[in-house]
């Protein structure tokens, strides 16, 4: 593994999206070979982890100057889990109506989110960010229906802002250290706290938190299911991602207590949002808000693992909630048993068991180490949270079963199985060699207590959508609020 290695897979993968559209015969296919390309690639590099992180420069410059590519263990893990829920994604769509268009847009996307996962400086972050934005704004309003549109313009206008922060933050780092590489700016300690919390707050917003990604229960619930997966699963990812990579580099104090604290934020009160739906596709937005809680608390150690098994069980859900829409012509949960194929009857169970932490399922291992590592605010707020999903992930399975048709829609159905089998696959090669007592007993005893809330309060909460607070105008007027809030922090407090 080498720099041209890297090299030519993003070459290629620049290549493929724009082949579409003069071969759109085949527009179905091509997306596959790419994949296989990503694939072939990724499980070259597992096998020689020793090499890692590959790191090149292009035209020539040095590192301080030059766009630099920095692929690492974490790069691996999230485009990975971008290349597993694409994969999916495009089976699902087999079974669809779609035209070359959409997917040239998804394969762009997938594209986009590669060099997004390899950027390793500011510059570069921002412009695969503000790509990766235009393109998540016409694929949630891809069918021109009112309320996508609507969603995406919403999601535009916020995302808006936190780009303006960004491109505030990189001015001001840029003018006190005259480098954006993250490599570079690993050596400087003296860096300010106000350009850091400019591009961390950008960098919130764009990664599905409580009350700074107050864009993502309309444009998660309102996309097509398959965009809804991408979003939830991997789009969110993108700002994480640079939380992670940046947050270990500028090793602030500060930004450590505030993505602590947001995290815990985002884990309570999405969890609270999502008991009170009853549109499926709105409880599994409200749960993306809470999960992205858990990977801010376990930034440091854990976050990516647990970020890599979110990807694969909310595609699982999202994608399993798009069926049960396409079967029943609604997205709300009725409270009488809803019939359904086996396949879709099982995802869900799957997905539940991975959300709620169950041994051997997809992030148990890394979802218990992130609540045992945090402090014990932190602890009772992720049980708490841990309590909120099971809740409101009950209100979909304990209202449905099984028919004893097994399979109805061959390509959703392979699409499911296969999230399946790598969500089970992946959760019990990391979590049986690290089973004991305590981390069987723990997620088995909160699964168990959010069943009898789930049963006993089921018919006392009510049910509604938080309107005024995702407001927009409201929203604006809590990003001015927070970032004025800190700005004042920054200089009087710290």
């Given at each position: 593994m080498n720099f041209f290695s890297i090299q030519s897979l993003i070459i290629i993968c620049l290549?493929?999206?724009?082949?579409?559209?003069?071969?759109?015969?085949?527009?179905?296919?091509?997306?596959?070979?790419q994949i296989m390309i990503i694939f072939i690639f990724l499980f070259l590099v597992f096998k020689n982890q020793h090499l890692l992180p590959l790191k090149a420069t292009f035209g020539g410059w040095d590192n301080f100057r030059g766009v630099e590519i920095f692929f690492d263990f974490n790069s691996l893990l999230f485009i990975a889990s971008a290349n597993i829920v694409f994969f999916s994604v495009l089976l699902y769509s087999l079974s669809l109506k779609r035209d070359w268009k959409?997917?040239?847009l998804i394969n762009l996307l997938l594209t986009n989110l590669i060099c997004l996962f390899v950027a390793n400086d500011l510059f570069n972050v921002y412009v695969t960010?503000?790509?990766?934005?235009?393109?998540?704004?016409?694929?949630?309003s891809f069918q021109m229906k009112t309320r996508q549109i609507w969603a995406s313009l919403k999601y535009m206008l916020l995302g808006a802002i936190g780009f303006s922060f960004l491109l505030l933050g990189i001015?001001?780092?840029?003018?006190?250290?005259?480098?954006?590489?993250?490599?570079?700016?690993?050596?400087?300690?003296?860096?300010?706290n106000l350009p850091l919390i400019l591009i961390f707050t950008a960098l919130l917003i764009k990664s599905g938190v409580?009350?700074?990604?107050?864009?993502?229960?309309?444009?998660?619930?309102?996309?097509?299911?398959?965009i809804s997966a991408i979003l939830s699963a991997i789009i969110v990812k993108a700002g994480l991602f640079h939380i992670l990579r940046l947050g270990n580099i500028v090793n602030s104090e500060f930004i450590n207590n505030y993505l602590l604290t947001v995290g815990i934020i985002s884990a309570v009160a999405g969890a609270y949002f999502a008991i009170k739906q009853k549109d499926?596709?709105?409880?599994?937005?409200?749960?993306?808000?809470s999960q992205t809680g858990f990977v801010l608390e376990g930034w440091k150690d854990f976050g990516a693992y647990y970020a890599f098994s979110h990807s694969l069980f909310k595609s699982l859900l999202f994608l399993s909630a798009g069926y049960y829409a396409s079967l029943f012509k609604s997205r709300n949960i009725t409270g009488k048993k809803e019939t359904v194929p086996l396949i879709l009857y099982l995802s869900l169970w799957v997905g539940f068991l991975s959300i709620s932490g169950i041994p051997l399922f997809a992030g148990s291992f890394y979802k218990h180490e992130i609540m045992v590592h945090c402090n014990v605010t932190g602890h009772i707020a992720l049980v708490a949270a841990t309590l909120g999903s099971v809740f409101s992930i009950s209100r979909i399975i304990f209202n449905l079963k099984p028919s004893k048709k097994i399979f109805m829609h061959i390509s959703k159905d392979l699409s499911l199985i296969f999230l399946c089998c790598v969500s089970v696959i992946f959760g019990f090669s990391t979590g049986i060699d690290h089973?004991?007592?305590?981390?069987?007993?723990?997620p088995l005893i909160i699964t168990l207590f959010g069943f009898l809330l789930y049963t006993f309060l089921k018919p006392v909460v009510k049910l509604q959508y938080p309107y005024k607070i995702f407001k927009l105008t409201n929203v604006m007027t809590i990003y001015i609020f927070i970032i004025g809030l800190l700005a004042t922090m920054t200089y009087f407090v710290f």
């Open positions: 290549f493929i999206p724009f082949s579409i559209p003069l071969f759109r015969k085949y527009c179905k296919i091509i997306p596959f070979f959409y997917y040239f960010l503000e790509l990766l934005s235009l393109l998540s704004y016409l694929l949630i001015a001001l780092i840029y003018n006190q250290t005259g480098t954006l590489n993250y490599s570079v700016l690993k050596t400087y300690d003296n860096i300010s409580f009350l700074f990604s107050m864009w993502l229960p309309s444009a998660h619930s309102e996309a097509e299911a398959t499926l596709k709105l409880i599994l937005a409200f749960s993306t808000m089973l004991n007592i305590k981390e069987i007993a723990e």
